[in-house]
């Protein structure tokens, strides 16, 4: 069997070492996946992640034995919001996908005792990796020059004098008494 490697950030190591400890004993189905990921780990900053792993919190697509990918966000725990969105590190899916790199599979036996391989396709969006770039773009953008204040004067255009039309003769003398 070749050595199974994962890439955990310090955050996501310190959770599934948590989830460990609160295992319910050789009973629990997550316990020997749990030992597994926490044995291959390389554990690293966040700031030092490579983007094509998946984190905690990353947007990835992956199939499972060779069937459509799917796409889902690597969550922490069942979400409430809209179901298939989120898959939460407490199945045995989620669990297999955190720490993966793109092309890299990993194998679990499923609740009905069957093996499952689950193949992380791509990361889409990694939380990681967003934060660096955010962070590179506000150092190397530099800041917009404040621009003065504009202030409106209304009753400029009011107090202009009026304009007298001229008459439908053409002649537009107002007279001495306009003076």
Not at 45 to 61: G, K, M, Q, Y
Request: aromatic share 6%; hydrophobic share 40%; proline share 8%.
């Amino acid at each position: 069997m070749t050595r199974e490697t994962c890439f955990l950030t310090t955050k996501d190591f310190t959770i599934l070492e948590v989830m460990r400890d609160r295992c319910l004993g050789r009973d629990d189905p997550l316990a020997p996946l749990l030992k597994r990921k926490i044995e291959a780990a390389t554990v690293m900053f966040r700031d030092d992640i490579p983007v094509n792993v998946a984190t905690l919190s990353s947007r990835v697509t992956f199939s499972v034995n060779g069937r459509e990918p799917d796409s889902r966000i690597i969550s922490h725990d069942r979400m409430t919001s809209p179901i298939g969105m989120f898959l939460p590190i407490t199945t045995a899916r989620g669990l297999a996908l955190l720490g993966l790199s793109e092309g890299q599979e990993f194998t679990v036996t499923n609740a009905d005792g069957k093996e499952e391989r689950i193949l992380l396709h791509q990361v889409l969006y990694q939380p990681e990796a967003a934060r660096r770039e955010k962070e590179a773009l506000e150092h190397a953008i530099p800041p917009a020059p404040l621009k003065p204040a504009l202030r409106l004067i209304r009753g400029a255009f009011y107090d202009q004098p009026r304009l007298v039309p001229a008459a439908h003769d053409g002649f537009d003398d107002p007279g001495p008494s306009a003076a």
